[in-house]
């Protein structure tokens, strides 16, 4: 399955899945609920460089995606 970020001005909130990005609502939530846990964190923290935590954030998703342990 690929993907598909919101699209700003064409995402719906009816039915199981958006018509814009096509993701269902459940999903959107999750991963709303990821981004603000993570979002809280950084808060917490007081991290004053949050476009590197971010980046961390993103680099570490993607590598432990590419390989599993």
């Known amino acids: 399955?690929?993907?598909?970020p919101c699209i700003p001005?064409?995402?719906?909130?009816?039915g199981?899945?958006?018509?814009?990005?096509?993701?269902?609502h459940e999903e959107i939530a999750e991963?709303?609920?990821?981004v603000k846990a993570l979002v809280n964190f950084a808060q917490?923290?007081?991290?004053e460089n949050y476009e590197?935590?971010?980046?961390?954030i993103a680099k570490s998703i993607v590598s432990k995606l590419q390989n599993p342990s």
């Open 1 to 4: 399955m690929k993907f598909n």
């Open 9 to 14: 001005g064409k995402c719906t909130d009816q």
């Open 16 to 24: 199981t899945h958006c018509e814009g990005c096509g993701r269902s």
């Open 31 to 34: 991963t709303k609920k990821m």
């Open 44 to 47: 917490l923290k007081e991290y």
């Open 52 to 56: 590197d935590f971010a980046g961390f």
